[in-house]
């Protein structure tokens, strides 16, 4: 039996650092009001010409030489963004061609921020089933080309950044029986896309759009369905809560992460929190928030980690991995 193993990891986070105080500058905010409601300090903003497969490849280069992987190991490439360079190709077709990889497979999935979550799931399969060897899987964003600047309500939320991780299929025996991707599950349910979406697109304005969203609605969602999707992968694998040892949730408010951990009773020590240096990155969170804690050294091999995300959809979805 095959199972994805993650050798590697990688992130990219651009120069410019906005703070909370450099936007009140220009919008009706204030440094406490976002702290207070989002933890949310500072986020990193692309430099003008700086675009998604930019990003995606300094976190794709970080990731490989962290796993000792050539590029021409690669056969395939799941990019998850929700804001590719153009509407068509795939960015992770710009991103192979940028690596110097002309084999295998490269395609973009869409599940805003819990894209990740569904680029593993696709890679994941992909690999247990024999049709890729090595997999890079990258969480890519430059949110801050589709925000609305004027709306305090949701420019302030949101930064950019890359991260990305490698997965290699590996026979699942001997030392390797409980180590790996153990499992991934994905859902969405349509009836709330007006929850959050951008307001553009090639076949209703011809414009790439801005977000528009629900705060509240979309807080209540993502409270409920990250922490139901923990228990689901839990469950399904025969464990309980008290043996992950660290739980990556998508990262999009303090205070989601924080009502999670109580409906989990999962200890806050065990949750891992890059929201604060920089904010939502859509589907860049998870891999910025791995590639943070595997070099600082919290994620050590034998450790359960589960990851959890909820998107425009809504999208939602979790994994648990052995490292
Ligand atoms: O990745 C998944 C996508 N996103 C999320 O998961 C985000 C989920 N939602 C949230 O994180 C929260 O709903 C927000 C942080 C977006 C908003 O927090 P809230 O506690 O739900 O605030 P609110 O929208 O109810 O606004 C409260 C007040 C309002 O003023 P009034 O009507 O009470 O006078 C807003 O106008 O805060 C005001 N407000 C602001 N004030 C200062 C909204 N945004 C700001 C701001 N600065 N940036």
Redesign the pocket.
Known sequence: MLRSQIIGFGSYLPKDVVTNDDLAKKI???DE??RK??GIAQRHIAADGELTSDIAEQAARAALENAGVATDDIDLIVLATATPDNTFPATATRVQSNLGIRRGVAFDVQAV?AGYVYALATADNMLRLGQAETALVIGAEVFSRILDWDD??TC??FGDGAGATILRAADAAGNNQDRGVLSTHIYSDGAYYDM?YVDGGPSTTGTSGHLR?E??E??RH?VHRMSEVVVTALEHNGLSIDEVDWLIP?Q??KR?MDSIAKRLSLPEEKIVVTVDRQA?T?AATIPLALAEAASDGRLREGNLIALSA??GGFSWGSALLRL
Do not use: E, P, Q
């Open positions: 009706d905010t204030s009001w976002i409601r989002t921020c305090r309500g302030v939320l959050l969203m705060g509240k979309v807080f993502a998508h999009a408010n989601i939502n859509s909820l998107g």
